[in-house]
């Protein structure tokens, strides 16, 4: 379809008529009566002549066909890297015909090739572009090449369509490489590519399987369209998938080593750490999303789709609770060690909670009205856990468990007996899952029981058998009965301390422990501490065992 939009610069005109009012739209040059194209040729070759390597070219609109490129490229070759050489280039709305080869050509200024459509194949393997470069509304119809090509400047490919193959192998950008709401149509592999600040694919549409591989310290992904599964390899990024959206599996994966065709030095400016941090993936179907070999510690899931189907896999780095010691009243506690969510680091990190209870939690949110509330993290927590146990791996589900219970514990949506109920689940044995703290209660509770069978539960001898005669009145008959009179206890308490009676207490702990019976002799009171001893320390018991088999099953 003929637009009939006019340029913002004087164009030339040519083949003007009905079916195409505005005819070329070239920028008009030389003479000032036509664009490049349609000079007359003593014309043309006149402006091509007062050029040199390193001139400014003003070519909008300019149509051209490979011999007229080449003629250019002739017109500006640097005599020494026998590569064309540009200062400023506005190829704004230009077209071309053939093949555009723009190999090893150099750019001192910005090079703009906003609009241009490309016929055949673009090829700017090992082009330099020194102060930016704008593709932004590029159509390439054909294969687009940028192997090995420095961008020492930002790239800016934003609403491109790359039509055929398109490769950026070995390319680094110094700054920014911006592919925002591009299209890439047949794009199987994308980089090995380096980008100093960010590359940004927010809004890119990828209809064909794609793999990604890309040095950079950021990854914008957010509303990106993955029509076909996809790979992305990355180093040192921090990647931001919000809303995301994949129709076919997709795979965020970390990689520790340099990718083969980067130049160690081309990483330089990123740092010695490769670990790929996810920092979003609020809105993205987790059911299509695997993660591998990623610091998770930044990560907002909630808002995500089926998070419990989301696949974690191989080295997953989350943040842990802090390891300072905190204050509840006089009695200081150390934080259980556990992985934690960045939402529930934000929550506990809110202003309006105590100090106490905010210490070592990091920097308040901006936004607190953001945070999500307890029963979402809830939510989020059991999910992740489900996610874990689905792929057998008990161990690595435990943390979640704790952060949802903990979340459980600390909502007000629940009734005050489920929470005490909570409190002393997460007191005596950290949900079932903190064999340590349940042996402690054991071995306190064991300690208690024997020094109170100590002191009032063993009898200070033990009872005899005490047979008393009754004579009937007449005969020679003799009924016998045998009396077993009740443990009693005698002396003071400080001398009931003794080892035999400490021994016994031992006994009869060991034995409630296993809830069996001593069979001991016993005080109306030591009878009533083995009952409450046989009901309390094999629970403890049972919850150290739960904690230690939930750490170590498969």
């Known amino acids: 379809m003929i637009t009939t939009t006019l340029p913002s610069w004087r164009h030339c005109g040519a083949g003007a008529g009905p079916a195409d009012p505005v005819g070329c739209r070239g920028v008009r040059t030389g003479s000032g009566t036509a664009c490049l194209a349609h000079l007359s040729a003593a014309d043309r070759a006149a402006c091509l002549a007062a050029l040199g390597p390193g001139a400014d070219v003003d070519l909008r609109g300019t149509a051209f066909s490979e011999e007229l490129l080449r003629a250019l490229f002739d017109a500006v070759r640097d005599p020494v890297s026998g590569a064309p050489a540009f200062g400023e280039a506005q190829f704004v709305g230009a077209s071309f015909s053939g093949d555009a080869r723009f190999v090893g050509a150099s750019f001192s200024g910005t090079a703009r090739f906003g ?35 420095r961008f020492r400047g930002t790239g800016r490919f934003g609403e491109a369509v790359f039509s055929g193959a398109v490769e950026f192998g070995g390319t680094s950008f110094a700054d920014t490489a911006r592919f925002a709401g591009a299209r890439f149509d047949a794009a199987p592999h994308l980089g090995p590519l380096v980008c100093g600040r960010l590359l940004d694919l927010s809004a890119a549409v990828f209809t064909e399987p794609v793999t990604i591989e890309a040095a950079t310290a950021e990854i914008a992904c957010r509303r990106t369209r993955w029509e076909s ?19 076919q599996p997709i795979a965020v994966v970390g990689q520790f080593t340099p ?26 179907d987790a059911s299509m999303l695997t ?50 969510i960045e939402e529930e680091r934000q929550w506990r990190a809110l202003p309006g909670r105590a100090a106490s209870a905010r210490r070592g939690w990091g920097a308040p949110p901006p936004d607190p009205a953001a945070v999500p509330g307890l029963a979402s993290l809830t939510t989020v927590y059991r999910q992740l856990r489900k996610a874990r146990e689905d792929s057998k791996d008990e161990p690595g589900a435990a943390d ?5 219970m903990e979340m459980r514990r600390h909502s007000f949506g629940y009734r005050r007996a489920e929470r005490w109920l909570l409190q002393a689940y997460w007191s005596l044995s950290g949900y079932g899952l903190r064999a340590a703290r349940a042996l402690a209660w054991l071995v306190t509770a064991m300690i208690v029981s024997v020094f109170a069978l100590t002191l009032w539960g063993v009898p200070s001898s033990d009872p005899g058998a005490v047979t008393t005669g009754i ?11 045998t009396d077993t009179p009740s443990p009693g206890l005698t002396g003071p308490l400080t001398e009931r301390f003794t080892g035999e009676r400490v021994e016994k207490s031992v006994q009869v702990v060991l034995n409630s422990v296993i809830f069996r019976a001593s069979g001991q002799s016993l005080t109306t009171a030591g009878t009533y501490i083995e009952m409450t001893s046989r009901l309390i320390e094999p629970g403890f ?3 150290a065992l739960l904690a230690v088999r939930g750490r170590l099953k498969r």
């Open 400 to 404: 979640f468990y704790y952060g949802e």
């Open 229 to 247: 599964t996809a790979i992305l390899r990355l180093r040192h990024a921090r990647v931001d998938l919000t809303d995301g959206r994949p129709a």
């Open 291 to 340: 993660l591998a070999d990623l610091n998770l510690a930044e990560c907002v899931f909630t808002g995500a789709l089926h998070l419990d189907q989301l696949r974690l896999e191989g080295l997953s780095i989350f943040r842990t609770t802090p390891g300072g010691r905190r204050t509840r009243g006089l009695v200081p506690f150390r934080w259980t060690r556990r992985q934690v």
């Open 115 to 149: 609009g241009a459509v490309f016929g055949g194949a673009a090829r700017f393997d090992r082009a330099e572009f020194g102060a930016g470069a704008r593709f932004h509304n590029v159509e390439f119809k054909g294969p687009a090449g940028f192997t090995k090509a």
């Open 471 to 481: 004579l009937p009145g007449t005969g020679r008959r003799i009924t016998l009965s």
């Open 541 to 543: 018991l049972a919850l």
């Open 259 to 284: 990718f083969a065709s980067v130049p160690a030095r081309a990483e330089e400016a990123l740092g010695s750490d490769p670990v790929v941090r996810v920092v979003s993936i609020r809105g993205v």
